[in-house]
C-alpha cells in the first residue's frame, strides 16, 4: 500500500515540476533573472535563473495539498470514504506530524528566499553562511538534533548546525554543471527515501518521493544542454532539504551492529562532500580564500581530464550510485563487513582523486 503512496506522491511532484519550470523559465526572461556567462562559466548564452522556484513550488504544493486531503479526511465526511482501508490507521499520525511539516518547509522558504536573494543580487558568501547557521540553530531550537549516542546537548548542538551547513552548502556547490546537482540530489533521494521506506520511516520516506518527483521533472529542463538553472535558491534549498530529513531520519537499527547504520548518509553523500572538501583543499593550498568560486570543482576536474560537459555529470551520478548502494548494507554486515564498505567507499573516492592529480600535472597543473 504505501508504495502506491510513494508513486503517487512522485508522480505528482514530477508533473508538478514538469508544468512548473517552463513557466519560471519565462518570468526569469521577464525580470531579467540571468546568469550571464563569464570568466567562471562554460554557458555561452544568458541561461534563466528561476528553476529553483520551480522545484521549491513542486515540493511545497505537493507536500500542502496531500496534508490538506489528510486533515479532512481526518475529520470524516465524504472525503474519509475515498482513504483506502490500509492508510486509514495512519491518518492521526499524519496529522501529528503536520507541525513538523510546517517547520520543514518554512525552513525550506527561508532558505530559498536567501538564496534568490543572492541570485538577483549576489550576496556575500559570509551573508549567506550566516543565514545558514541561523537556519541550524533554529532547528536545534526546535529539538531538530543529531545525538549519535553520546548524552551531550552541546556536542548534538555542534554536531546537527555543521552538518546542516555543510550539507547545505555542498549541494550549492555541486550546482556548477547541466544537470549535476539536481541528478546527484536525485539519486541521493532515492537511495534515501528507499531506506527509509525499509525500515518503515513512512513520513521521511514520503518526503524524499516528493523532492526525487520534483528534481526529476526539473532534469528535464535542466541536463545538458540546460535551458534553465536552479540557482542558489534551487541548490540551498535541496541541499537544506536533504540535509534535515537525514537529522530527521532515524537511521540506528536496534541489534549488535546497528549502530553503523548511522553512518549511511555520510556514505550515501560521500560524493558532495568529497566535492566540497577538495576544492577548498585545494583552495587553501593556492593560498585562496576558500569562499573564492572557481572552475576547480570534481565536474570540472573530469573535464579537464577530457572528458565531455555530459560525460562528466554522467560519470558523477555513477559514482554517487556506487559509493550510495554501500550503504544499504551497513546494518547488515557487522563491524568487519562495515569496516569493508568504509574502505571500499574510500578507495573509489582514492582513485579517483589520484586520477585527478596526475591529470592536472599531464595539463599543467589546471
Known sequence: MWGLVYAYLFALSLALSLLLTPLARRAAVLTGMLDVPGERKAHRGATPLLGGAAIFAAVALTILLN???AFLAARGGPLAALVPAGLSPYLSGALAVLPKLAVILLGGLV???IGLWDDAVELSPRVKLLGQLLMAVGLVALDVRITLFVPSYLFSALVTVAWVVVITNSFNLLDNMDGLCAGVAC???ALMGGISALSGNYFIASLFAVLAGSLLGFLRYNFNPAGIFM????SMFIGYFIAVMSVMQTWYRHSATGSLAVAMPLVILAVPIYDTLSVIVIRISRGQSIFRADRRHFSHRLTNLGMSVRGAVLFVYLVTLC???SAVFLPRVGWRGGTVVFVQVALVV???AILEYFGSKKNGGA
Do not use: E, K, P, R
Not at 231 to 234: C, K, V
Open 67 to 69: 496534508s490538506a486531503l
Open 111 to 113: 532558505i530559498f528566499l
Open 187 to 189: 539519486i541521493v533521494s
Open 231 to 234: 540557482g542558489d535558491a534551487g
Open 323 to 325: 559509493t550510495g548502494l
Open 350 to 352: 582514492s582513485v579517483i
